[in-house]
């Protein structure tokens, strides 16, 4: 079930009723166990066979790992786990793709082999799911956590709801050691735990959902030529959208699991303030970059085998890194271009080491890196690469053919609101949501409150789903 | 935070809270969330009050510009229709169509005459065949169709509520129970809750400057009134308001002005080729299954008329579309007793008494003409 929904409502009450009932920890552990699995299976119930395959499967092999005396056991402990995860979201999230693209190149090479159409579905969420028992079995096989206890701890840190489908991404070490002991949240946690709730839902069905999506959408969904300012509009609409509906779901998120008393992890650091591309992933979507980091970029050498090696790395993780995202090339382009641009900065880094921007220049440089990443936003966005095209010439003005798409409405909409949101971002670059709630006037705190869920009542979502759940 | 020193730039102490993202290569702590001091006892309660009295507020707001709680017309609501054919009702009478479908045809009236309530698939500017696409290749559904026929939306196969087939068949356990929630708890109570009166919508249709060199076009307004069960009457404002009846027909009129976006005659015509192509495709599959199939074409008026006679010449749609398929017909202008001087407030609807009356009329012929009520083909089924 969604966030953003009644069914979710009627559930997380009942939850939290349940957990905090008279109860001993284990019986509140089921429960909570028993509440995530009716939340995933309330999309499709028969997937969450997928999700106790992954979460056995982790299971044996950290199990297995910690038993092998051998180096080579070991190995294919960690294999078994690596090609089982990575088997499951081959299967459903890659095999279309790749049987496509095995057809296109048979093509190019004048055979005429016409592709079967599978109609796979695609489970919500596999890609978090996978990702976190991935990691479970990486870190024991790194010798960096110890496998959990107990069979029920390490189910409940796989499928916990809060971040079972679309993260933050945890790792053992952050959620198995909060489920060893009795937990419940103070009474003003879960207050603030519902003030967190009701911001992220804001972002997603206020912001998102009502106001930018549908900017993007006439532009990127339609077949008129987009302009300068359209095009620029659209896109500039969709990085908004993105960051209200992923950000939108890790504070709901992190809202839900402080009401039951544990804590998560920051997702989002108020990216649009990023000065250069190293600090842009430092502030978005934080668990995954991490993750591709750590599991990911390290073992491939990372910076530790010459530059060569290294800019390699780089650009193999954040081409990887955009696969993750969709089965479309459209996806390796947006990888392969902040995997440039990373690449880029670290060399202009290098060769400018004793350069001191002043306040003025770093302005200027996050500036720069906005204007960037929207850039990779077109091919995020676009749903064919004749599309992104369009929109790219667009932005670059040279569509000769366009004509006015947007409203003045939409105009408006976009400079009001993403331009709200990136001085908001330069604002809190240094700060913490909570330091800045800390330091304000509770009536003031309260309006804010009051105010929000109020435009999320009037908003009348529509239930959307949030657009990482198709990754 | 300054902005002037290179460490800020690349260290990691610039980040007020420590993620995973500076800690690399390590197993990751324990996060800790810190609670900002406030009087969370007091600011809990008193933001809930200030909430009640904003939706107080916009639900008086509301009920003051006549609007009345009603049940929201989703595809939620379409599907919970939608499966009655495949739970027993495979045999029934289902109306498609457009708008005129769904707000002309009462229910209530049907059953009382026909003794059985129809299934209501009928949804506003969409053309039915996308509708009919899915009846045509159910299996269970084996009883009567009647398909309504606007000619701008059936013609050009416009689809603005195309997607309710597709959700009923992928619609998950948990928008399932939003939907039972939402009509049991929040629709009956509430007026405001009308997607014409979301905070988008009301925003986006205040008189904003107009983009040189675009248009400004009203969205179509709240034209109807829908039960649990789909049965829809155009809403009593449309009738009883002059001033939204007049802006209700200044909508329609944008319709009626040439556009950039118009297709070409020549497009046109390959259009209604097309659509009627496809209507003789579903109706040869669902009269192959033994289905009755009926066209209707219901009344309209004004320029609305004025406009679908000139864009949508009777001969080359209606009459090109019952030879191409082969399945009878009803159309408003060939029956007195459905072409009276009825009250179509904006043109396109009939009022809801008005619609009461239609209905029987239009029940009386169709029971007389094409499905009679004790029919052995549909018993024999």
Known sequence: MVFNSLTFVVFFACVLVLHNLPLSWT???????????????????????????????????????????????????????????????????????????????????????????????????????????????LDVYLRRAQPANNLLDYAL?????????AGPIMRPTELVPQFE??????????????????????????????????????????????????AWAATLAFSGQIFCDFAGYSTTAIGAALCLGFAMPDNFRFPYAAIGFSDFWRRWHITLSSWLRDYLYIPL????????????????????????????????????LHGLYLAVERLVRTRFAAYRPGPAMLVALGLLTFALVNITWVFFRARTFDKAWSVLRGMLGTNTASRPILPMFGLLTVAVIVGGMVLTHWYMRGRTLESVVARAHPAAVCAVWALLAFAIVIAQGSGAAFIYFQF | ???????????????????????????????????????????LPF??????????????????????????????????????????????????????????????????LAGTRPIQLAYEGTTPLVYLDDLAADANF???????????????????????????????????????????????????????????????????????????RLDVRKLAQTAADRDTHL???????????????????????????????????????????????????????????????????????????????????????????????IHFQDYPELNQNWNLPEWSHLAQADAECYTAALYTIIERDFWPKHDPRQTKR
């Open chain 1, 301 to 336: 050498g990372g910076n530790r085998h010459g530059e060569r090696r290294t800019y390699a790395a780089l650009m193999a993780t954040m081409l990887l890194g955009g696969l993750w995202h969709g089965a479309s090339w459209t996806f390796v382009v947006w990888g392969g």
């Open chain 2, 47 to 112: 933001a809930i009050v200030l909430f009640a009295l904003l939706l107080a507020a916009w639900e008086w707001h509301w009920r003051a510009f006549g609007a009345t709680p009603g049940i929201r017309n989703t595809d939620g609501l379409w599907a919970i229709q939608r499966r009655r054919i495949d739970h027993g009702e495979g045999n029934a009478t289902v109306l498609t169509g457009a708008s005129r479908v769904y707000f002309d045809v009462q229910l209530p009236v049907w059953e009382k």
């Open chain 2, 142 to 216: 084996t009883g009567r169709v009647l398909i309504g026929v606007a000619p701008d939306v059936f013609f050009t196969g416009f689809a603005y509520r195309g997607t309710a087939a597709k959700y009923t068949h992928k619609e998950s356990p948990s928008q399932r129970i939003g939907q039972w929630l939402s009509m049991r708890f929040i629709e009956p109570y509430f007026a405001f809750y009308d997607p014409d009166y979301a905070l988008e919508t009301v925003l986006a249709r205040q008189a904003w400057p107009q983009r040189p060199g675009r248009p400004d």
């Open chain 1, 157 to 165: 840190f796989v499928t916990f709801f809060p971040h079972l489908v």
């Open chain 1, 27 to 137: 019986t509140k552990k089921i429960n909570l166990l028993i509440a995530s699995y009716l939340f995933y299976s309330a999309w499709n119930p028969p997937f969450v066979i997928l999700l106790w395959v992954s979460t056995v499967v982790d299971w044996y092999a950290a199990q297995g790992l910690v038993k092998a005396r051998r180096e080579s056991a070991r190995h294919a402990w960690m294999l078994l786990s690596v090609v089982a995860n990575l088997g499951l979201l081959g299967y459903f999230k890659y095999g279309q793709f790749l049987v496509d693209n095995f057809g296109a190149l048979m093509g190019t090479l004048g055979i005429a082999w016409q592709p079967a159409h599978y109609d796979i579905v695609l489970p919500v969420g596999i890609s978090f799911y996978t990702f976190a028992t991935m990691s479970y079995t």
């Open chain 2, 1 to 43: 935070m300054s902005l002037d020193s290179r460490t800020q730039i690349d260290g990691a102490d610039r980040y007020a809270r420590q993620t995973a993202a500076d800690r690399p290569g390590v197993a990751q702590p324990v996060p800790v969330r810190p609670l900002p001091a406030q009087p969370w006892n007091r600011i």
């Open chain 2, 235 to 329: 809403w009593g404002k449309v009738d009883t308001d002059p001033a939204y009846r007049a802006l209700a027909r200044s909508i329609w009129h944008q319709e009626f002005q040439p556009s950039e976006d118009d297709p070409p005659p020549e497009k046109l015509k390959q259009m209604i080729a097309d659509e009627i192509a496809r209507a003789a495709k579903d109706v040869a599959a669902l009269r192959a299954r033994g289905v009755q199939v009926l066209f209707v074409r219901p009344p309209s008026d004004g320029e609305y008329l004025e406009f679908e006679n000139k864009l949508f010449p009777r001969a080359q749609t209606w009459d090109a579309l019952l030879a191409a398929t082969g399945a009878p017909g």
């Open chain 1, 181 to 230: 002991q009795p937990r419940k949240a103070s009474a003003d946690q879960l207050r603030f735990g519902l003030a967190l709730m009701t911001l992220g839902l804001f972002n997603k069905i206020v912001i998102a959902d009502s106001f930018l999506s549908r900017v993007a959408e006439r532009v990127y969904d339609g077949d008129k030529i987009p302009g300068m300012l359209d």
